[in-house]
């Protein structure tokens, strides 16, 4: 049986990417502006856990045919929030929030851990978010895909994403890499085919005494869509095909396949690049059969 899915695809850095960002607090070896690099493993860091935030300044045109994509999803990658914590997304014309075009609140952690996941039984949680003491083992590089829900706004003036975790154990918060744009979604077959892997290129070697001596590297997740995919009009089409033209093989973006269930969203959704480029057929109204692999970034 087929399943069709949404897949959502989270890739235009150009407007927060090039934004002037203002930190509640920063440390002086790992800044704000670490959040516009793609490494994820190089944070912002406060130094505080409460009340912290970052505005981001987007800029206004000046030109009036520069009509900017409307902001409705933000992205927080490798982040050390703990599932008590809450994450409020302000939008503003000025450097102003008292009385803000766009407010609203939303939980660290979504519901993200499914049936099976982690092992006999799955990670201790509550709700479907993993207690805060396991979080390094179940999941030691975490991504929150926020979808705003508010009447969307374009990608232009002032944004505030403010942070607030008290009971953080770290003394501090983290994020690694950010993103605040718009997605693009599609539809594809479940079984057409999906399929899950990974790389490690960590080796072992020995000494002439037989001690081992090993390079650990961390382990990327690789997922594997392939799908038989009628788009619902003509312009989806292109808009993927863009899409591919502009991320390449070294942009780094997200990829949600499963966006409206919580089974299996864990494992899926990745921050990562493209593996290969897959090759587009468009005939019978834009029918075509494609396979895409994504290999998670460090």
């Known amino acids: 049986m087929t399943i069709r899915k949404k897949l959502r695809a989270i890739w235009d850095k ?3 990417d090039a934004a002037t960002l203002y930190p ?37 045109p000046t030109n009036p045919e520069d009509v900017r994509p409307a902001v409705a999803a933000l992205v927080l990658i490798n982040h050390n929030l703990t599932r008590h914590a ?19 609140e939303h939980n660290a952690w979504d519901d993200i851990i499914g049936a099976g996941e982690g092992g006999a039984g799955g990670p201790p949680g509550a709700g479907g978010v993993i207690f805060d003491c396991h979080r390094a083992w179940y999941a030691p590089n975490p991504m929150r895909i926020i979808y705003l829900t508010s009447a969307p706004l374009e990608a232009k003036g002032w944004w505030k994403l403010s942070f607030s975790d008290p009971s953080n154990p770290d003394g501090y918060l983290e994020v690694g890499r950010i993103f605040l744009t718009y997605f693009d979604e599609y539809k594809y077959d479940w079984a057409y085919p999906f399929g899950l892997g990974g790389e490690d290129d960590s080796t072992i070697t020995y000494t002439p005494g037989g001690t081992p001596w090993t390079d650990k590297c961390e382990f990327r997740r690789r997922l594997n869509l392939g799908w038989n995919e009628r788009f619902s009009d003509e312009d989806l089409f292109w808009r993927f095909y863009f899409m591919l033209m502009k991320v390449g093989k070294s942009s780094d973006w997200v990829i949600d396949p499963i966006p409206d269930g919580v089974s299996s969203r864990h494992f899926t959704s990745l921050y990562g690049r493209l593996q290969d480029i897959p090759d587009l057929s468009q005939w019978a109204k834009g029918f075509s059969d494609l396979e895409i692999t994504f290999i998670e970034s460090l």
């Open 14 to 16: 150009r407007f927060f």
């Open 86 to 104: 809450t994450v409020t997304v302000e939008a503003a014309s000025a450097n102003d929030f008292s009385n803000p075009l766009l407010s609203e």
């Open 24 to 60: 509640s607090s920063e440390v002086a070896t790992l800044p704000a502006r670490n959040v516009q690099d793609p490494v994820r493993q190089r944070p912002w860091r406060t130094t505080g856990v409460n009340n912290q935030y970052l505005i981001a300044d987007l800029g206004t």
